[in-house]
């Protein structure tokens, strides 16, 4: 089973590098929404470490690599937060009973 | 449809930020519940702090079953934030993406599922700028708890009437249909009882562009769940006790 959700996180991986290259840059749904009723400039965007999935470091010019990296970190964020969850969750249970 | 901040009112990102947190508190409680019953003696050996050799065995088998489900969580939202990083074109210069609700709760049950899709929230928030921090309880009440939870009955009603693969491929489509739709739906009420926009106007806006993500999202939600399958991924497996 564990083989399993390596394989999947492979494949997340996979997708990062088609999204990089192939993603549309057109605006998603609520933007589209938003710039035809006229609200789009009330949204503000709030500070963050990779603003549209970029690293915003200067010496980062090709765009698609850029968002490759970011992607992967996000990827590997999302996972390491489950996989820290399930040791402490499993440990605490394990404390508990040695109590 | 990821909400920034400057859309909402205070009142609204707060109360949503609320109705949010009780939903995913429950699920996370719902989680722990079906864990632990997958080890009644553990509980009750912390309790009565109890030790023998073969409570320590069953000991060693829950911990692998916890961190199993929880590497299978992890698996999953990894995904779901790649995918949501790929937007397609859809009609007339709008583009749309996977939203994965569907995915995250066939794959892991309803529970773990919201889950998964509100931790991706909170990370796109965080680090992304994807979504705004203020409206991230908006967030996660349309995609996790509207998106994912409660569209998850669809399905699982779908599929109990029919239970047939037909029945299946049925309650995914639709499910993953109505959980852009109806996540478009309250996206464009939240914004409009901000005082953003009419109501009028941005509810039908929203439907009518999310109904044709929700095409997308209901082929791409088969797909991914084939694709889980095939690299022998069990869906909603290793915890049945979640229903």
């Known amino acids: ?99 | 449809m990821h909400i920034p901040d400057g859309m909402l009112d205070p009142k609204i990102s707060t109360g949503s930020a609320f109705a949010a947190a009780a939903v995913i508190g429950y699920c996370i409680a719902k989680v722990r519940q079906s864990l632990a019953a997958v080890l009644p003696e553990a509980v009750f050996a912390g309790i009565g702090g109890v030790v023998s050799t073969v409570k320590s065995g069953v000991q060693k088998t829950f911990s692998s079953v916890a961190e199993n489900h929880f590497a299978r969580m992890g698996a999953i939202a990894s995904l779901i934030f790649a995918c949501q990083m790929f937007n397609f074109p859809v009609a007339s210069g709008t583009s749309g993406h996977l939203l994965g609700g569907i995915i995250a709760s066939v794959a892991l049950g309803p529970f773990s599922g919201a889950i998964v899709i509100a931790a991706v929230l909170v990370v796109q928030s965080i680090f992304y700028g994807d979504g705004g921090l203020m409206a991230l309880g908006a967030n996660i009440l349309n995609m996790a708890v509207i998106g994912s939870f409660a569209c998850y009955y669809i399905y699982y009603c779908i599929h109990r009437i029919f239970r047939n693969p037909a029945g299946y491929y049925a309650g995914v489509g639709i499910s993953s249909f109505f959980s852009v739709l109806l996540a478009s739906v309250f996206c464009a009420v939240e914004i409009a009882l901000s005082g953003t926009v009419a109501l009028d106007q941005v509810v039908p806006a929203m439907a009518s562009i999310h109904s044709v993500i929700g095409i997308y999202e209901a082929l791409l939600t088969i797909i991914g769940l084939e694709i889980l399958r095939s690299l022998k991924f069990e869906l909603n497996g290793d915890l049945t006790v979640e229903k």
Do not use: Q
Request: proline share 3%; aromatic share 14%.
């Open chain 1, 1 to 99: 089973m564990k083989s399993s959700a390596r394989n999947i996180f492979l494949v997340s991986v996979l997708v990062v590098i088609l999204a990089a290259v192939f993603a549309s840059s057109f605006p998603d749904g609520l933007e589209k929404v938003a710039k035809i009723l006229g609200f789009k400039h009330k949204g503000t965007s709030s500070p963050s470490v990779f603003i549209d999935y970029n690293l915003s470091a200067p010496f980062m010019t090709n765009g698609i690599i850029s968002t490759v990296i970011a992607g992967f970190i996000g990827v590997f964020i999302v996972y390491a937060v489950f996989r820290l969850a399930g040791f402490l969750i499993s440990r605490s249970f394990s404390n508990k009973k040695a109590a």
